[in-house]
């Protein structure tokens, strides 16, 4: 995933040790899988088979939804009176969180209307996490606060381990 598109975003090495996944069908011959995957291996991807469902489900979570959430925040601080003093102090953490925002608005809202059962799934699982963390702050529970912020920063970076290897 990157947020550029187009021939112009070309590179040689683009699906260089990227996952790529096939969703077989039942009229798909097991040769015409084959030879798909074979062409995608020859492009450096690491090659995945699941069902259409279980795809939708994974890519709802870690691909769709940090999307919509990307493309929401940017949209809240420009639509806000003070939108020019907020992006002009925004700086690394801004623009890492937003980099996607950059992404195809219209790919991705095919991309969002084709997933609309997964992705409203995952939307309400972090309205429930966002809901924890409001009342987390308004207790100014700060215990409760930073055991939630150890466990993601435990599994993010765990996760970082696992895919510089």
């Given at each position: 995933g990157a947020e550029k598109?187009?021939?112009?975003?070309?590179?040689?090495?683009?699906?260089?040790n990227k996952n790529v996944v096939l969703?077989?069908?039942?009229?798909?011959s097991v040769d015409a899988i084959q030879q798909v995957k074979n062409l995608w291996q020859s492009c450096g991807a690491?090659?995945?088979?699941?069902?259409?469902a279980t795809h939708d489900s994974i890519f709802a979570a870690v691909s769709h939804l940090p999307h919509l959430l990307a493309f929401a925040l940017v949209d809240d601080i420009a639509s806000r009176p003070n939108?020019?003093?907020?992006?002009?102090?925004?700086?690394?953490?801004?623009?890492?969180?937003?980099?996607?925002?950059?992404?195809?608005?219209?790919?991705?809202?095919?991309?969002s209307l084709?997933?609309?059962t997964a992705l409203l799934s995952e939307?309400?699982?972090?309205?429930?996490?966002?809901?924890?963390?409001?009342?987390?702050?308004?207790n100014e529970d700060g215990a409760g606060l930073q055991a939630l912020f150890e466990r993601a920063s435990t599994?993010?970076?765990?996760?970082?381990?696992?895919?510089?290897?």
């Open positions: 598109s187009g021939v112009s975003a070309a590179t040689v090495d683009l699906y260089s969703t077989p069908i039942q009229d798909n690491n090659v995945s088979e699941m069902s259409a939108a020019e003093q907020l992006f002009g102090f925004a700086a690394s953490g801004f623009r890492d969180f937003t980099r996607i925002a950059g992404s195809h608005p219209e790919m991705w809202r095919d991309i084709a997933n609309k939307l309400i699982a972090y309205q429930a996490e966002l809901a924890q963390l409001k009342q987390l702050l308004e599994a993010r970076n765990a996760w970082a381990k696992r895919k510089d290897q």
